[in-house]
């Protein structure tokens, strides 16, 4: 792999754990684990896949599925739930003068946990949100912040970027007690992972792909709560708490359909996972995948493994955008209208397409390309192109 390789080898609230299970296969099978009930899955590995100097950190996680007692498929989720940064909690702890220790309510029902695990493992105390701020205007009694919830745009600018310790610093409290977060904060919720792995050529393991996010606002450096953690926090011999997810508008064809996929970033996991699965079973169905980052020398993500499967025909076609390259920025829809002809004639041959990574942008501008090639191509109307991906999306050979 062109990558460099970095283990973690950074200490981790996360105590080191050798799994061992006396549970058999049968009594897995038995056991589905949910959010409410998740497997503690032994981390593997935990590497770097970016090279030396790049603008990214993505981590490539592998964990032991030992008598989960269920099978995945390419598609499908890996469900991870996360826990607050420890270095958050105590800022937040600091802010608002609590006792860590002190017993507090959880929920409605009144279990407890102490104040320190409640914020770790219980609690999302890292993103505000409109409705929170109104809660906050009736508990903590600010007049000052009763009188700006009351203004939407403010509400808009105010909770982009900030969390709770930014909101108990600007707005501080002499009657908020702790015993009031239940009322005040919601449940931290789990993350979930397009798997990275193919089951049948992995049959005791799960992998995932995150990209770390850290970003600096109002002040503060900030990050991704469970990016972050798998990062900095989680190394090999680790367990963490997980589930698997079925995704039923992500499935993979296993006939002879042809396959496009655009999966730039970290959106080329489950493309991963399906060129495992094609190799393990034999298919011989044409692919082609589109794949974009910023350079190619270091962020490339499975380039040797690409670079085999394109040797052996595995895949079919690979095209490449690396924005930071060239003087012009290009990203994968600009390869998509450059091979416009050829994409047309995929998705006139029965291909199905698959769309995977930032929905926010690129899932925009690759839709509108894609619009674009029907048009040009096809001789579509902007009309009848869009009727057309709308009738791929029915009969599932468009995904995203």
């Given at each position: 792999m062109n990558a460099n390789i970095e283990k973690l080898n950074s200490s981790s609230g996360i105590q080191q754990q050798t799994v061992t299970s006396t549970e058999t296969v049968a009594s897995a099978k038995e056991k589905r684990y949910s959010k409410a009930n998740p497997y503690r899955a032994e981390v593997l590995e935990n590497i770097n896949l970016n090279g030396r100097g790049s603008n990214k950190e993505v981590r490539h996680v592998e964990l032991l599925l030992d008598n989960y007692g269920e099978e995945y498929e390419p598609g499908d989720c890996l469900v991870v739930i996360p826990e607050n940064d420890p270095e958050i909690v105590t800022l937040l702890i600091d802010t608002l003068k609590f006792d860590e220790t002190e017993e507090i309510a959880i929920n409605e029902d009144g279990d407890t946990l102490p104040l320190r695990k409640a914020l770790t493992e219980h609690f999302e105390i890292t993103k505000l949100t409109k409705p929170l701020l109104q809660k906050a205007a009736d508990l903590i009694g600010n007049t000052q912040l009763s009188e700006k919830v009351q203004d939407a745009d403010w509400v808009h600018t105010y909770i982009d970027g900030r969390d709770l310790v930014d909101l108990f610093t600007d707005f501080p409290s002499e009657t908020f007690k702790a015993e009031n977060l239940?009322?005040?904060?919601?449940?931290?919720?789990?993350?979930?992972?397009?798997?990275?792995?193919?089951?049948?050529?992995?049959?005791?393991?799960?992998?995932?792909?995150?990209?770390?996010?850290?970003?600096?606002?109002?002040?503060?450096?900030?990050?991704?709560?469970?990016s972050v953690q798998l990062a900095e926090r989680v190394q090999p011999g680790d367990t963490i708490p997980i589930y698997l997810k079925k995704n039923p508008n992500f499935k993979f064809p296993t006939d002879e359909t042809p396959v496009i996929m655009i999966g730039p970033g970290t959106g080329v996991a489950p493309f991963r996972a399906y060129m495992q699965e094609r190799e393990e079973l034999g298919l011989e169905s044409k692919t082609w995948l589109f794949f974009g980052e910023q350079h190619f020398t270091t962020d490339f993500l499975y380039q040797t493994e690409w670079q085999e499967w394109l040797k052996d025909d595995v895949l079919t076609k690979l095209d490449l955008a690396f924005s930071r390259d060239t003087d012009e920025k290009v990203y994968v829809q600009h390869r998509i209208a450059e091979h416009s002809a050829t994409f047309y004639e995929w998705l006139m041959n029965?291909?199905?397409?698959?769309?995977?990574?930032?929905?926010?942008?690129?899932?925009?501008?690759?839709?509108?390309?894609?619009?674009y090639v029907l048009e040009q191509e096809g001789g579509m109307?902007?009309?009848?192109?869009?009727?057309?991906?709308?009738?791929?999306?029915?009969?599932?050979?468009?995904s995203t």
């Open positions: 239940h009322q005040l904060l919601r449940k931290l919720p789990p993350r979930e992972y397009s798997i990275a792995s193919s089951y049948k050529a992995n049959p005791d393991e799960v992998h995932i792909t995150v990209g770390a996010v850290r970003y600096h606002a109002h002040g503060r450096d900030r990050s991704g709560v469970c029965g291909a199905a397409l698959y769309v995977c990574g930032d929905e926010k942008q690129m899932a925009k501008d690759v839709h509108q390309t894609i619009r109307s902007e009309t009848e192109a869009e009727a057309y991906l709308t009738e791929m999306k029915k009969e599932k050979t468009l």
